[in-house]
């Protein structure tokens, strides 16, 4: 189900995988049928359109799964045949994915009250004002029952491939993995990359700068006094900004980096854990070891094997 504005990246990002799924698997899993507003075809971003063939109106009750794609932001307007149709799907069988816009539409209909979802992270701060029943995620993708939503782009992929797994076994899903050369399927809890000056929104210029100072700074972290010394300002002062606007103490934010990115390096490199802790400025793999675990819940071997 498509409106006009939707991403090509998006819309391919999650159909190619179910019919990649198809061809290895030599059986049809996945049968497509393409929807839109009046049954015609639909500009994209891109300007290109889709031949739709069928209404939103002939929508059928018995869908196994309905994706829909939408511009982000959404329309202030919408037809409200669309909104209804959209809330009956939401009390049959139906699983519902959203994809860039799509999350909003369903938001609209009030289908994901209640759910964990996700969407574009451009539209974070409106989608919680406007929606606050629904559980946002800034995740690259979430799965909470029979909703799925992503951040849009390749996020549509991982989390397409992820269903088929779900469907079909792990082994197909990396098969279509290998297919568009990935080098693995990223996982839901992954955070979508948001720049920094977006994440702290309109923060004071020296608590960005420090956050820069951390990022830039993971294998050989700096002490607190030392991130104030190169700001400039006292150490009470970054204290105060960091509690102010991240909710945290400086010391636990910079550790949260360190082990986010240490999580990705065992997800995506295959370097001795030894050295991903040296990387990621622990003093001992046992220190790496029991942090990673605090955070997580896993440790960082029980990791790779996930």
Known sequence: ??????SLLAQACALEPLMVANQLSGQRLYRVQAFSPDGGEVPSLAELSLAAGRSFESLPMELDMLIV??????PTTLDGGTVGRMRSLGRSNTMLI???G???LL???????GYRATLPWQRFAAFTRDFPRVRLSQQLFEIDRDRLTCGGGTAAMDMMMTLVASHHGSELAERVSE????????????PQQVPLRARLGHAPAPLVDAVMLMEANIEEPLTTHELAEHLGISRRQLERLFKKYLQAVPGRYYLDLRLQEARRLLRESDLPVGEIAMKTGFSSPAHFSTAYRNHFGVTPREERLH
């Open 69 to 74: 794609c939408a511009p982000s932001p959404l």
């Open 179 to 190: 297919h568009f050369v990935l080098e693995r399927i990223r996982m839901a809890d992954e």
């Open 107 to 113: 938001a609209r209909a009030g289908v994901l009250d």
């Open 102 to 104: 799509g999350t909003e």
């Open 1 to 6: 189900m498509t409106l006009p504005g939707f």
């Open 98 to 100: 959203g994809i860039g």
